[in-house]
């Protein structure tokens, strides 16, 4: 049986300029470089500068993937951007980033599932792929979530980064078989039910203002580690394969401890796992793809590995994806 999948043939990624680490956040908040390493595993955050824009992230990680993958803006036919920190109420953040690319065919959007919005994104572009809607997408998680910090509340500020990453998802055929390239297995969640542990105290048609950041984090880490395992036993029972048959575990950015925690529940290997988070603090819908663009850049993640990327953001929302590179 032949079938189409959505393969990655490029990775991109961009980081702001400017690194705040610890010790620079100590200077103005009740913190300490040893309090948030050990709760957090960050070390130091990437912050946009004055008048940079999500679309400009976003623009600079989907170059990179283009050219990664050896095509221009003639080849692109969806262009998906998975935010929260968008440039304007509307239009959408993607048909900013389709001007600037100089992409002129086919549909653009945003996607909003705020940390689970790129393993959201991934799914939705590779449907669109699959009933032949569309035949290469570029796939964009981009934040930048210091706009939306409270920089006085030392819980959450500490937390978050900004930064891009992206992927040019294309139409290949397989056989139907965990053998083939491409996406195999997608598996989302969500339960609104728990919108007020993370959540942001403002919008258009609430208070008509941008608002903060709020988040209990204890509860946050108690449902993370439940959620997350839950989702990725789903993909291994769809997919029939075990943790050890993976070859790289790229989890959301946002806690050492919940990854960790997660991974060890499921029994995998510390090894298999990517990190960045020391480095990026939680870039929430950009961390899987700067994480992902780090490996393969750096020669971890090579073609016919079998890579998982999990995700859990407000919402609260979820999911899993396996690919075959």
């Known amino acids: 049986m032949t079938v189409t999948r959505s393969v990655v043939v490029g990775t991109g990624s961009y980081l702001p300029d400017r ?5 620079d956040l100590a200077k103005f908040v009740d913190t300490s470089d040893e309090w948030i390493v050990q709760r957090t595993g960050i070390r130091q955050r990437h912050i946009v500068a004055e008048g940079q824009a999500t679309s400009d992230l976003a623009v600079a990680a ?5 050219a990664a993958a050896g095509v221009g803006p003639d080849d692109i036919d969806l262009v998906l951007v998975a935010t929260s920190t968008p440039d304007n109420t509307f239009p959408a953040t993607a048909t900013q980033v389709q001007a600037k690319l100089g992409i002129l065919r086919g549909a653009a959007f945003d996607l909003q599932a705020v940390c689970s919005g790129f393993v959201y994104g991934m799914t939705v572009a590779d449907s669109l792929i699959r009933t032949g809607v569309a035949k290469r997408a570029l796939v964009i998680g981009a934040e930048t979530f210091s706009r939306l910090l ?15 990453g992206a992927v040019v998802l294309e139409a290949a055929g397989g056989e139907g078989t965990i053998a083939d390239r491409g996406v195999l297995t997608s598996h989302l969640r ?3 039910r728990h919108g007020d542990k993370l959540y942001v105290d403002g919008g258009p048609s609430t208070t008509g203002t941008v608002g903060h950041l709020r988040m209990e984090g204890r509860e946050v880490y108690k449902f993370a580690v439940g959620a997350v395992t839950d989702v990725i036993e789903d993909a291994f029972a769809a997919a029939g394969i075990t ?7 790229v989890p959301h950015q946002a806690n050492r401890r919940i990854i960790e925690a997660s991974a060890k529940k499921l029994g995998i ?3 298999k796992t990517v990190l960045t988070v020391d480095r990026h603090g939680n870039t929430s819908a950009a961390s899987i793809p700067l994480a992902l663009d780090a490996a393969v850049r750096d020669g971890r993640i090579q073609r016919g590995q079998l890579v998982l990327l999990e995700s859990m953001g407000g919402g609260f929302t979820w999911g899993a994806v396996l690919v075959r590179w």
Do not use: Q, Y
Not at 19 to 23: A, G, H, L, Q, R
Not at 62 to 66: C, F, G, K, L, V
Not at 243 to 249: E, G, S, T, V
């Open 190 to 192: 969500a339960d609104g």
């Open 269 to 271: 290997a510390a090894e």
């Open 19 to 23: 690194i705040v680490t610890n010790d």
């Open 150 to 164: 409270d920089w006085e509340d030392r819980t959450t500020c500490v937390l978050f980064g900004d930064g891009a």
């Open 243 to 249: 943790a050890d048959d993976l070859d790289w575990f």
């Open 62 to 66: 989907a170059t990179r993937a283009m």
